[in-house]
């Protein structure tokens, strides 16, 4: 979908590995783009991935709210991919023009894994200090009254990601019961496309939340499997007895979850049009792998 030119948006977040996708995808939509990220990360140099204009904020933050009322003057849309809360707040209390705020959380709100894919409906219940800065930002969002869209995506991988890497570099993959685990993948160029579409779409209930995760359903062995296979490496499934029970609380699942993440239900957004250009992460997985090599991550 090619927006017209005249879109602005606004970027926090901008320069990490799902922030400098969601940044391609409206530069390539035709979005005027202003971007935003931590300014030490401005300076490192994480930018080169998309030609916009990308700004640090300025240290002292009695600044900040001028800053934001300039960067937000104007614009159509803004998106929140990740950064300090504090930050966030001053964004959403100038954004008050905007036609609407995307906000990309994580499907770790959801807490654990379990059995079925986790639906909206399912209670957040987040596990580590990450998923509960998350679910923070998500309220802060739903506090402003602000027209909304939030996207709570499984597990992101792709060019720029180290999601999937660690699986890739080992010289023999290796996987065991815990793997019979299903999880959740998602590429970060679908992500940031399902960004741009809720965004996009003026019709869309304003104050939504949406899942974002492939189709496939892959196990966590599967997937480390498919990651071998495509790095030309060999890989070993192990087995041993179950467990005793009293000893799972030592023994929990979250290695298994190395590639991917809780498995979520994304058929509220595919009822929105939206539709996956990677449903299975093969495809994706192979042009991650190709993109490792390219640069010397392997």
Request: glycine share 10%.
């Amino acid at each position: 979908m090619n927006e017209p030119v005249s879109l602005r948006s606004v970027v926090v977040g901008a320069c990490g590995f799902v922030g400098s996708h969601l940044c391609e995808v409206l530069a390539q939509a035709g979005h005027a783009l202003l971007a935003f990220d931590d300014a030490n990360r401005v300076a490192e140099g994480l930018v080169d991935s998309f030609p916009e204009v990308v700004r640090g904020l300025g240290a002292s933050p009695e600044s900040w709210p001028l800053e934001w009322r300039g960067a937000l003057s104007g614009a159509s849309f803004l998106f929140v991919v990740e950064g300090p809360q504090v930050q966030v707040e001053a964004a959403l209390a100038a954004a008050g023009s905007v036609q609407r705020v995307v906000l990309i959380s994580a499907a770790e709100v959801y807490g654990e894994p379990q059995s079925e894919p986790f639906s909206e409906e399912a209670a957040p219940a987040p596990q580590g200090g990450r998923a509960r800065e998350l679910l923070d930002l998500e309220r802060a969002v739903r506090a402003s009254e602000l027209p909304h869209v939030i996207l709570r995506p499984t597990g992101v991988y792709g060019p720029r990601g180290a999601r999937g890497l660690w699986e890739a570099r080992r010289r023999v993959g290796v996987t065991g019961p815990s793997s019979a685990q299903r999880v959740g993948l998602v590429h970060a160029r679908d992500l940031a496309r399902a960004a741009l579409h809720v965004a996009a779409r003026a019709d869309l209930a304003p104050a939504t939340t949406y899942n974002v995760g492939d189709d496939a359903g892959l196990r966590a062995a599967e997937a480390a499997r498919l990651v071998s296979r495509i790095a030309g490496r060999p890989h070993l499934s192990l087995r041993w007895p179950a467990l005793p029970r009293r000893w799972l609380r030592f023994a929990r699942p979250r290695k298994s979850l190395a590639i991917g993440a809780p498995r979520v239900s994304s058929a509220r957004l595919a009822e929105t049009g939206f539709a996956l250009e990677y449903p299975h992460p093969g495809p994706g997985l192979r042009e991650t792998l190709a993109w490792y090599k390219q640069e010397g991550w392997l």
